[in-house]
């Protein structure tokens, strides 16, 4: 099969979750002989025409330049190539700058949409870019023959709203089993004496709740914030809480080998995204054997069942803190591994993905 992803800034990856699951899924391709290509930003680090067997496509792409606009001009011209290739399948990975292209894809080429999230309830976004993206994602809907949920709430979304079946093909990640105490002294905390938060600033992601649940029980652990905090939201929250020396902003971490060891060596990690579907850096705690500490909703619970403990507001992550204890929660913590192991793993989500392109070209 001659194979094309698009909807990513490219592999190998270095910004995000599509990034991730494109190269990983690519390079299986690769290994599988069928004929693979993958968009990549024309200013990504990797300039290379081929990695690890997966042919790159460089596209133009404004977005450093004009900011979010930028996106829509980068899609259209990875579709407008597209159309010169003879794909026998195209792999989208989201929709929200794309689908208003969608009438310039390829007719011959089938193609199958990974729908991502509810990105029209973040609440970042204005009333009227609420109202594009559910327009967008209408006409991501109708444009594609296959769509893809990587969440059960998405899935049962897509039916309700479009009385579209769509497959459930989950995000994975891969079990971490190799700990390395000595990373810690790098971000100066000490092994299950400081908590961990994990996240982009945006309202939806319920930092400012977690943050304050812990200001109320007086917790004298360190909690390390990650995640870019250079917008509105994250100069909001880091002027809140200033005073509170163990809160501490540490800014984005990209480093996957560091991430992981503060995960496993955690005592508490707070997963507060509450928009969206399979959440990678859920998965990537639960392979990393931490001790969840999640909002309750449907999509955390899919995945986490009762092997978690839930908020919803300050008071709970309050409660939580002053009474979860770690070493008598090590059988969650080995049930979210095992989880991992058995149902979110990269080979068998690479083997959905391939069936799926299979049938969907009988």
Not at 243 to 268: C, M, Q, V, W
Request: net charge neutral.
């Amino acid at each position: 099969m001659k194979i094309a992803i698009l909807g990513t800034r490219g592999i190998p990856n270095n910004y995000g979750g599509f990034e991730q699951f494109a190269e990983i899924f690519a390079v299986y391709l690769a290994q599988q002989k069928h004929d693979v290509y993958v968009y990549n930003s024309h200013n990504h680090v990797f300039q290379e025409k081929n990695y690890k067997g997966v042919n790159i496509i460089h596209q133009y792409d404004p977005e450093n330049k004009i900011g979010t606009a930028g996106q829509f001009i980068y899609d259209l011209n990875c579709i407008l190539d597209s159309k010169k290739r003879n794909f026998d399948i195209i792999l989208q990975l989201g929709y929200t700058s794309s689908s208003i292209w969608s009438f310039l894809l390829p007719k011959k080429a089938v193609i199958i949409t990974n729908m991502d999230g509810l990105e029209w309830k973040r609440t970042k976004y204005s009333y009227n870019t609420q109202k594009f993206l559910k327009f967008a994602e209408k006409k991501a809907v109708k444009s594609s023959d296959y769509l893809v949920a990587d969440s059960l709430g998405i899935k049962q979304y897509l039916q309700e709203k479009y009385s579209i079946d769509a497959t459930y093909i989950a995000y994975g990640a891969e079990p971490f089993l190799k700990e390395n105490e000595e990373i810690l002294s790098l971000y100066n905390v000490e092994k299950s004496n400081y908590n961990l938060l994990i996240a982009r600033f945006e309202p939806e992601n319920n930092i400012e709740i977690i943050l304050d649940g812990i200001v109320d029980s007086k917790e004298d652990k360190d909690i390390l914030v990650v995640g870019n905090n250079n917008n509105s939201f994250g100069n909001y929250l880091k002027k809140k809480f200033n005073a509170y020396s163990n809160i501490r902003f540490t800014g984005g971490i990209y480093n996957k080998e560091h991430l992981d060891n503060l995960r496993y060596f955690s005592n508490l990690y707070f997963h507060g995204h509450s928009v969206g579907g399979t959440n990678p850096s859920l998965l990537e705690a639960m392979a990393a054997k931490a001790l969840i500490v999640a909002h309750n909703n449907k999509f955390n619970n899919a995945i986490l069942q009762e092997n978690a403990f839930y908020f919803s507001q300050a008071a709970d992550v309050k409660r939580l803190i002053e009474t979860v204890n770690r070493k008598e929660s090590n059988q969650m913590v080995q049930n979210n591994f095992d989880t991992i192991v058995q149902e979110f793993n990269w080979n068998k989500i690479n083997e959905s993905y391939l069936r799926l392109f299979e049938k969907s070209l009988q």
